[in-house]
């Protein structure tokens, strides 16, 4: 695992885009796991000004979301359909047949995540993928459990998480309570994973997750055993990080 710390959040986009738009330049048709929320804003605003300003290219590029809510229709602001677009899809010249994202308004959810599932493998499964944490340490919506189980599949979303989503609706009772995500088995299986964490509310969920029991109460625990991950955190969110950890890769 390589941890990158960054000054501040600004920092933190860079060196991410600056990851993902070097996998892109060394294999242009890679397959892209993508995520949403608050954390990734900044480092899409940066792939957006290289594709503009460089000629980052996304024309063989092929992405696949982590997860959407259920019975929120694409073209609902609120939509991880519609943050996509706006931040990132609508800016850059990947091609619509490639961008993937459940389709939390199925009639078979069910077989919406087993098509899901399919098409990650048809496509070659994924090169690199990108994740924020969630406060109870949810990777994609993998929320506290008792396994590890889960390939992608339908959640019933923590109380937590549903307070933190809040922040995105204008009343309470349109928090979805369900989503569409990605498994993290199908996570796990990614060549290379990008975790990100932004601010000091992050500090404790990252320390545990990164140096505390391997356990799916915090489900980004289960990240330490995968061979390749690279973590860019801005330096509030690695307050709690062991300061003799070895191979911790400061960027000031
Ligand atoms: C989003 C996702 C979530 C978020 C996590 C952190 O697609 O899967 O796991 O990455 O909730 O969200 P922010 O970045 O808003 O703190």
Do not use: W
């Not at 459940?102 to 990650?120: H, K, S, V």
């Amino acid at each position: 695992m390589r941890i990158i710390v960054t000054e501040d959040y600004e920092g933190l986009s860079i060196e991410t885009a600056r990851i993902i738009a070097g996998q892109l330049a060394l294999i242009p048709r890679s397959v892209l796991g993508l995520a949403t929320g608050g954390t990734p804003l900044g480092t899409y605003q940066k792939l957006i000004d290289y594709h503009h300003q460089h000629h980052l290219d996304f024309s063989q590029a092929t992405s696949f979301n982590l997860d959407e809510y259920v019975g929120v229709a694409t073209d609902n602001p609120h939509s991880y359909h519609a943050y996509m677009f706006k931040n990132l899809f609508d800016a850059i010249n990947i091609h619509r047949k490639n961008i993937h994202i459940p389709n939390g308004m199925a009639g078979d959810l069910e077989r919406e995540c087993a098509a899901y599932e399919t098409a990650i493998e048809n496509a070659g499964g994924i090169d690199l993928q990108l994740l924020g944490i969630g406060n109870n340490g949810h990777i994609g919506f993998n929320e506290p459990d008792l396994s590890f189980e889960a390939i992608t599949h339908v959640v019933k979303l923590d109380d937590q998480t549903i307070r933190a989503n809040a922040r995105f609706f204008s009343r309470p009772e349109e928090v979805p309570q369900y989503a569409v995500s990605m498994g993290i088995k199908t996570i796990m299986r990614a060549r290379t994973i990008l975790l990100l964490a932004n601010g000091s509310g992050k500090a404790d969920v990252i320390h545990q997750a990164l140096f505390g029991e391997i356990s799916p109460r915090i489900p980004a625990s289960i990240l330490q055993l995968h061979p390749n991950v690279i973590v860019v955190l801005e330096q509030d969110a690695a307050t709690k990080l062991p300061k003799t950890y070895p191979n911790k890769f400061l960027l000031f």
